[in-house]
């Protein structure tokens, strides 16, 4: 490593992810010379906001990857697939936030608050990140199933459009434009409308078991994550007309009945989450509320109503509503929270 | 009745749902000398308008409420519980949309599709209508109940804002544009910014259990209508950034094992169902797909992927998708085919 701190690289600086990873390092105080802003050939040349400056963006080509100790890649899974290797090779340590090393066993795939242990014998110089979604849930979850464990998961999630990149959130804002100016929305980036619009999430559904493939990454990646081949985890993603934090609506059947205060007690002393929960005053997670933060918000929590309490006040299955920023910690924060588990334990 | 067709009452007239109820009556081609339509004191006087044409608002008073076939009221608790009884006296039948009668053993609380028969011995004076949310999603689940019988009822909501009215609906434009033009939203209606934002529905939480108003209507409408005091229903409602569409995800627990093409077969022969459900062409319901039509439009059909099918390729467990418009069959249509049945039965 440099004397002066990590060079840290992050390629797909020009998108909503590569923005974000560069915010946080701006806000961390992380010095300008030490960032190499890249992007596709077709955005170098220009500059991105870094904090109140800019850095200059370069193409990311193997010649300007060179002399780094952490490289962020917030790119496509085809670049991923070219750059990480050579990154690796050159000597950097790599996170990668595409899903091209999701499901490959010899990269782990790690939240720092359920598995972030897989890297503390050090060692690994590439580690995935997981889908924004699956990040969120299991990281609201990871006290629950630490405590009681968890047989089943039902989830319903209302997603930001920020997951489907810059273009897509400019799309929202256009056609929300259009609609209240008596005009038809023009879609481009999805197959439906967004702008006053909930609709099936647009990745593409599988003919033989009706999943889409935003389904069925949470799937594959909370298992793989949990390392339980057999997670039961029970999915349905929509998108709505907000701009960038997702919410779910989660049914958990535990494996241990519990009392609602020790889940309550559970969550409150949980790394990354916040409980926001005041039934009187009538407080809860937002897209809105959770928007620009760290964490992930949950609240509404209170045992399933279908099923009587035993003798000692508990229930096996809980209803929660959580909210979490899909792009700062459904992507670049938990990005960067990697790297430095990398950079620390490297 | 009257030799030229029945005189109709409309109170709520300048409410989201009254002005439903006469824009239906309009494309009926119902003759706007046989609609009364009434208002509070505070905006009577003016016109709201009839297809093409307008109607005038009269006060809703016992003087206007003379020589009546059929009122439908569409105003607030309140108003219901004073009108009602007096409409009926007079010799009018009274189809209720306000929660006033919902739960009153007198009253029938009818979604026509479900429990319709419940009109068909005649004789019944005045009828509730459900919750917008309850009508959408037991028409969707009928007949997955009458063929298979159904055990228990996950259901996660998307609620536009017209479920709280007009005032809500112009809420969520001026919100929207209010965020456009870079200034804050202004909540009134709604307790949270609703533009641009996912929160959970604004009825007060029950400080022992934990749901709020909606997600307990559902629970208990829902068992009225299916005669089933110990049905299974866990409910989790949330307001998205829609105008007048409600859109749900639903995971049903049959009694009986079935195979998802017997599933579609019965959700394809339903009276008040379309299935919209392209997985090859990425077309499902969607809020917007929905709005202004008389359907609950069903995709996305599903087993729920953590339970194995059985020998026969069944499953007990699905997941689905319903979209249906809140204002017109979650409102104002179920009201008007209410309305159909008393008449005709009357």
Redesign the interface.
């Known amino acids: 490593m440099h004397p002066d701190g990590p060079r840290i690289l992050v390629v797909g600086a020009t998108g909503a992810v590569g923005r974000e990873v560069l915010a946080i390092l701006a806000e961390r105080g992380h010095p300008r010379g030490w960032v190499v802003a890249a992007a596709s050939e077709r955005s170098a040349g220009g500059e991105v906001p870094y904090g109140r400056e800019a850095v200059a963006v370069v193409a990311a080509t193997p010649a300007a990857l060179g002399g780094v100790d952490l490289a962020v890649l917030a790119a496509d899974t085809d670049v991923a697939r070219e750059l990480a290797p050579r990154l690796v090779e050159a000597g950097a340590r790599v996170v990668d936030n595409s899903s091209a090393f999701r499901l490959d066993p010899a990269v782990p795939l790690v939240v720092p608050e359920v598995n972030g242990d897989l890297l503390a014998a050090g060692g690994a110089r590439l580690v995935a990140n997981p889908n924004c979604t699956t990040i969120l849930l299991l990281v609201a979850l990871e006290p629950l199933r630490r405590a009681f464990g968890i047989d089943?998961v039902?989830v319903?999630t209302?997603q930001a459009v920020s997951g489907a990149g810059l273009a897509a959130m400019d799309e929202?804002?256009e056609q929300?434009?259009a609609v209240?100016d008596g005009r038809a929305p023009e879609p481009r980036v999805f197959?439906?409308?967004c702008a006053?619009?909930?609709?099936?999430h647009?990745s593409?559904?599988?003919?033989e078991?009706?999943?889409n493939e935003e389904?069925r990454k949470l799937?594959r990646e909370a298992r793989r994550v949990w390392d339980d081949p057999d997670a039961?985890?029970?999915p349905?993603c929509?998108r709505?007309?907000?701009?960038r934090a997702h919410?779910e609506?989660v049914?958990v059947t535990l494996r241990a009945p519990a009392r609602?205060d020790e889940l309550r007690d559970a969550l409150a002393a949980a790394p990354g989450v916040r409980l926001v929960d005041d039934?009187?005053g009538?407080r809860?997670?937002?897209?809105?509320r959770a928007a620009g933060g760290d964490d992930v918000l949950v609240?509404?929590?209170?045992?399933?109503?279908?099923e009587p309490l035993d003798g000692e006040g508990r229930a096996r299955?809980f209803?929660l509503?959580l909210?979490g920023d899909q792009l700062r910690k459904g992507a670049a924060g938990n990005a960067l929270q990697l790297g430095d588990l990398l950079l620390a334990r490297g």
């Open positions: 089943r039902v319903s209302y929202l804002a929300t434009r209240l197959p439906e409308p006053f619009n909930a609709f099936p647009e593409p559904v599988d003919p078991t009706g999943l389904e799937i039961r985890i029970v349905t929509v709505v007309p907000v701009l919410a609506s049914v609602e039934r009187a009538g809860f997670p937002t897209s809105l609240g509404r929590l209170r045992p399933a109503p279908d299955s209803c509503w909210a």
